[in-house]
């Protein structure tokens, strides 16, 4: 695996936000909505079928989910049933209030973008469910500073982790001179690989979500934090 060409923190110029976890703390919103992706499939919940796809589920956070469903679910009908199932199912755990920021993440954000540096948050989900996530958080006020937000069908369909939303979150932005000025910063290893393949320049790992230490940097990343909130010190050279 290749390591990432680390850059100096303050020269840093987009970063690249992962949300479910390092953003957004959704307090295992992913799991249930699986169960309800499963049960449409007919996975019986406490089965051993149930307990390995979970484990997989897991291990893949921050992965594309519909790569996920085709992985477990083997034929792209049932991998797409169980898709729309898992993001009905997760969004209307969004529209019930379970979601809420990660503890100083939207202060981070102001903070970077006060800085001169342009934010995009990324997401494994399908729009409609990165929407509306958004919209519960009130991201989308013209107001809240972020540049853009990608899904993998933003980026032809390719998420984590491959390094196609890093990459095409550079192309539009136009916020940096060459990849080694990007920052990447997910809570999985999923995250960080994707980082790393896009060539970036700091890849960071987070503690708020699905993965730890061993796992980020397993994966590459050549920083791990508490937590997003952590990010502006490190690229002011607080930190």
């Excluded at 939303?165 to 995250?191: C, H, N, P, W």
């Excluded at 987070?206 to 980020?216: C, K, L, S, W, Y």
């Excluded at 791990?224 to 990010?231: F, G, P, R, T």
Aim: with cysteine; hydrophobic share 45%; charged share 20%.
């Amino acid at each position: 695996m290749s390591t990432p060409m680390t850059a100096s923190p303050e020269n840093i110029r987009l970063v690249v936000l992962d949300m479910a976890g390092t953003t957004v703390a959704d307090d295992g919103l992913v799991e249930r909505a699986f169960a309800a992706a499963a049960a449409e499939l007919g996975v019986e919940p406490g089965s051993a079928e149930h307990t390995e796809h979970l484990a997989y589920v897991r291990a893949t956070m921050g992965e594309s989910k519909i790569s996920v469903f085709r992985h477990l679910f083997g034929t792209e009908d049932r991998a797409q049933r169980a898709n729309t199932a898992f993001e009905k199912a997760y969004g209307d755990l969004v529209d019930a209030g379970l979601i809420a920021p990660v503890p100083g993440a939207r202060e981070a954000i102001e903070a970077l973008a006060a800085d001169g540096r342009s934010v995009v948050l990324t997401t494994g989900f399908a729009r409609v469910t990165q929407d509306a996530i958004l919209a519960a958080l009130g991201w989308q006020d013209p107001s809240f500073p972020v540049s853009l937000t990608l899904c993998p069908a933003d980026a032809g369909g390719r998420g984590r982790p491959y390094p196609d939303m890093v990459l095409e979150a550079f192309v539009r932005t136009k916020a940096a001179e060459g990849v080694s000025q990007i920052a990447v910063v997910g809570d999985t290893s999923y995250d960080v690989l994707s980082g790393v393949r896009a060539g970036a320049g700091l890849v960071a790992g987070v503690r708020t979500g699905a993965h730890g230490d061993e796992a980020f940097r397993a994966a590459g990343a050549t920083h791990v934090l508490d937590s997003v909130a952590d990010l502006p010190a490190l690229l002011s050279g607080a930190r």
